[in-house]
Nanobody
Framework: QVQLAEFGGGLVQAGGSLILSCAAS????????MGWYRQAPGKQRELVAV?????TTNYGDSVKGRFTISRDGNTVNLQMNSLKPKDTAVYYC?????????????????WGQGTQVTVSS
């Protein structure tokens, strides 16, 4: 089994920055792609950023150019800059046992409990 522990999040003003981190523990050999998804109230879950074991990244259109995902082993970080009120959501760390279809949230095997990010205007 794999456990995902999320760190970071909180309240920030528009234009500010935050860093989210996610550390995986347990069966480390079961992890390849890792990343972040988010869900705002009344909206569907959407891709934020994901990264394969080899470092290939994929970003959601709404965060391109503002967010950067990086990885060190089974820890993944999300640097969020130029935050906007529409970035307000619960952010979930996700991991899977392959590097295929990394943009498809339904294919992820493991999920964190989520961390709230609130951006005030």
């Amino acid at each position: 089994q794999v456990q995902l522990a999320e760190f970071g999040g909180g309240l920030v003003q528009a234009g500010g920055s935050l860093i989210l981190s996610c550390a995986a523990s347990g069966n480390r050999f079961a992890i390849n792609a890792m990343g972040w998804y988010r869900q705002a109230p009344g909206k569907q879950r959407e891709l934020v950023a994901v990264i394969t074991s080899g470092g290939t990244t994929n970003y959601g259109d709404s965060v391109k150019g503002r967010f950067t995902i990086s990885r060190d082993g089974n820890t993944v970080n999300l640097q969020m800059n130029s935050l906007k009120p529409k970035d307000t959501a619960v952010y979930y760390c996700a991991a899977k046992d392959s590097d295929y279809d990394i943009h498809e949230g339904a294919t992820y095997d493991y999920w964190g409990q989520g961390t709230q990010v609130t951006v005030s205007s």
